[in-house]
């Protein structure tokens, strides 16, 4: 069974603690692992401002929100607290186990304890989600299916073969097509419309700088846009670092790639985690970004992996877990430069790139 897109690109509130006046939100969300493998992570929203607003921002329980205000309002500063979101409200839950300097040894330390009940909370509200959510999208389908129309309910990951129709005209299934070399029409380099490269060979379609701010700015916000720069200038060497999500089909054969480099990262890993300037100037400061910027820079393309499976006749694919771009990694991507993307962020904040191989 394939997982739901929005389950790969949110992040879902699951507790919220109160220590010693402090405010923390715990959020979950899927990091993928290897192939239809995902992992939920639990990330943490320090301070009472950020949490308020992440929850605003969210949009997807705008309960959690009034609540978390309320709750803040009316709690002492030496109370320790922890509540659970339970279908759009906050429960009262309990706070992970102290240290018992008297518990035998032969028990595991309680940090240990409690961070294995806290990926015990996080996998089961992450299963509930999913299984009401794929409940919604059989029902849709059965729905269109009864009424005699296919239409295309998009997931990041790819549907198997038996729900992708093949191109009109054609007597093959869909992956023989996919693996059949064919001659496109091309358009020449730098004649894009919109910043719309051509069709890959593949299949891969990729989308509008348009679409992928419409993107952008639904993950994150418009303070997160980019426009389109032409020619593209791919060169490692000179970007620095980098780091890649590399686009696999459903056979696993790498199509393409979404390039970030550090600035980018940064801007863009940092605005999903709702960081203040500060904080984003002492991660332009390092000489590699933080885990968890990496880790929300992942989901960032996540999103933009759901973008691309939305363009009308394209290729469905995934994105392999983020990795530093190493040296030679993607040589064949000075060969695509018709069927690619090079895209600034405001303000120089780095630049994303799009190929489709």
Request: glycine share 8%; hydrophobic share 40%; with cysteine.
């Amino acid at each position: 069974m394939s997982i739901a897109g929005d389950l790969l690109t949110s992040v879902t509130p699951a507790r919220l603690l109160c220590r010693r006046g402090t405010w923390v939100l715990e959020l979950v969300k899927l990091v993928p692992v290897e192939r239809n493998v995902f992992q939920p992570r639990v990330q943490r929203l320090e301070g009472a401002e950020a949490v308020l607003q992440h929850l605003k921002r969210s949009g997807d329980h705008p309960g959690l929100a009034a609540a978390a205000n309320q709750l803040m309002r009316a709690a002492r500063t030496e109370e320790e607290r922890a509540y659970d979101a339970v279908d759009g409200d906050w429960v009262p839950g309990e706070l992970g186990p102290r240290r018992d300097s008297s518990r035998p040894s032969a028990f595991p330390p309680s940090g240990a304890v409690s961070n294995e009940v806290a990926d015990l909370r996080a996998e089961l509200l992450v299963l509930r989600a999913s299984h009401e959510r794929l409940r919604e999208r059989v029902q849709r389908l059965e729905s269109q299916f009864s009424s005699g129309t296919r239409g295309r309910d998009v997931l990041s990951v790819p549907p198997t073969p038996s729900f992708v129709m093949p191109p009109k005209g054609s007597d093959l299934p869909q992956a023989s097509v996919a693996r059949t070399p064919a001659v496109l029409p091309s358009e020449p380099a730098g004649k894009r419309v919109s910043g719309k490269p051509s069709v890959a060979p593949s299949g891969l379609q990729l989308p509008s700088v348009a679409a992928i701010n419409e993107s952008l700015h639904a993950l994150i916000g418009d303070q997160a846009s980019v426009r389109d720069k032409q020619p593209v200038s791919f060169e490692p060497a000179a970007l620095g670092a980098c780091w890649v999500s590399v686009l696999i089909d459903d056979e696993g054969h790498d199509v393409g790639a979404i390039v970030a480099d550090r600035a980018a990262a940064i801007a863009l890993g940092g605005a999903l985690m709702t960081l203040p300037e500060s904080e984003m100037q002492a991660q332009r400061a390092l000489a590699t970004p933080s885990e968890d910027i990496v880790s929300a820079m992942s989901e960032v393309a996540n999103n933009l992996c759901e973008t691309i499976n939305q363009q009308p006749g394209g290729l469905q694919v995934r994105v392999k877990p983020i990795a530093p771009l190493l040296p030679g990694a993607l040589d064949w991507a000075a060969e695509v430069t018709d069927r690619a993307l090079e895209c600034v962020l405001e303000d120089s904040a780095g630049r994303l790139f799009l190929f489709a191989r």
